[in-house]
């Protein structure tokens, strides 16, 4: 910890899902964002001046941004294929970091950004905001306390037609950058099946083989680099299985299915099947909550994912969604690519 009363935040990349950490950041009574970082310098003042920041300072070089002392905190909000050079930098300048998923969109990538935050010993927190997703918080309390048993099969799924909709389609439609499905945004799907099907409360399984398959209608007819659909089976260390998809070709509204099957109890979505919670239960019973229908990063809880880093940082202790916590997120993602190209299993960890 610095020994500030508030940490300062700098913003790296004036886009989209800046638009949503910049008031996380502001609500925070420790946090104030003193400076944003974008590639042009309209984007940085149309952000300070659409969330109200004032005496914010202003860059177009990254460097100056990890340079600046009043920074403490950075949030890479910058396009996938720049995450890791910038998290290195930040790193190396001794500073905390949210970084977006994907945090890296290779294996050398994932080694380098994981050594680095390794050697540096800063604090970060990786995007996988639907961590804090209410529904998810419901199901992972439901786990903790036993309602459910011990996990041995888990579905989860990522289904949005994603498009030019989308500021950042642009890059993440390209092989180059974006990779693949997964990668881009089906990792969500990949990290609630890591996190869902762990009975402990800050922990989530890890995944110890993958098995894929790619497919869809997009990759060939339209401007998408990728198999827009790629389906994974994989094993976790507890022994559970989990089908996990990432569709970018669906032509129905975003949908996120989860399904977590316990030896005493199932959850389909927000329906619940747990006889030792609710003995003599007939039916389902049905959770009013906030299920993860949209893509809307406005209905993402990245308030609450912000407020778990920041007490983090201040109780100094790592976040169960860190950095080294997401590598296996994003072995799993890029085991899937080998896996479907090579027609072969693949056991992680891939990365020493
Ligand atoms: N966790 C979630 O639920 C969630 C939701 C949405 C997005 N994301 C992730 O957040 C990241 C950003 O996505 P987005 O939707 O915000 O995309 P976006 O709207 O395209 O915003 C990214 C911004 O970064 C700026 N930029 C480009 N190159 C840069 C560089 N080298 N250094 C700094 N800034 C640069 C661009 O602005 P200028 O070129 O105009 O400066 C661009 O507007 C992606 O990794 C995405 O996957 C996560």
Not at 87 to 111: D, F, G, R
Not at 148 to 176: C, F
Not at 233 to 260: H, R, T, W
Not at 302 to 321: A, M, P, Q, R, T
């Amino acid at each position: 910890m610095s020994g500030k009363e508030v940490l300062g935040v700098g913003i790296a990349g004036a886009g989209w899902v800046a638009t949503q950490y910049v008031p996380a950041f502001e609500k925070n009574p420790h946090t104030k964002v003193v400076a944003i970082m974008s590639r042009r310098m309209v984007s940085c003042e149309n952000l300070a001046k659409s969330s109200g920041l004032k005496d914010v300072k202003l860059y177009t070089d990254y460097r100056k941004l990890v340079d600046d002392p009043d920074v403490d905190i950075v949030a890479i909000c910058s396009p996938q294929h720049v995450h890791v050079e910038q998290a290195v930098l930040a790193a190396e300048a001794k500073k905390h970091m949210v970084v977006e998923k994907p945090i890296a969109i290779s294996l050398e990538q994932l080694k380098a950004i994981r050594d680095a935050v390794r050697k540096a010993r800063v604090k970060t927190v990786v995007g996988f905001v639907l961590r804090w997703n209410p529904l998810f918080e419901t199901i992972k309390s439901l786990l903790a306390e036993g309602a459910l048993g011990d996990v041995y099969y888990i579905e989860t799924g990522y289904n949005s037609h994603i498009a030019e909709w989308w500021s950042g389609w642009k890059w993440a439609k390209t092989k180059e950058y974006g990779v693949s499905s997964f990668l881009v945004a089906g990792i969500h799907a990949l990290d609630a099946a890591r996190w869902l099907s762990c009975k402990e409360k800050e922990k989530a399984n890890n995944i110890t083989e993958v098995f894929a398959y790619a497919g869809g209608h997009r990759y060939g007819k339209e401007d998408i680099g990728y198999y827009g659909l790629e389906v994974v089976l994989a094993k976790f260390e507890n022994g559970a299985i989990g089908k996990i998809n990432s569709n970018f070709d669906c032509a129905n509204p975003y949908y996120f299915p989860v399904s977590v099957f316990g030896d005493k109890g199932t959850v389909i979505n927000n329906r619940v099947w747990a006889p030792s919670k609710f003995p003599g239960q007939t039916d389902w019973v049905t959770i009013p909550t906030i299920l993860p229908d949209t893509a809307d990063v406005r209905h993402h809880p990245f308030e609450h994912e912000v407020n778990h880093f920041v007490d983090c940082i201040l109780k100094g202790k790592e976040s169960h969604c860190n950095v080294e916590d997401a590598v296996n997120t994003h072995e799993a993602a890029l085991a899937a690519i080998i896996s479907y190209t090579e027609n072969r299993p693949v056991k992680l960890p891939l990365i020493k």
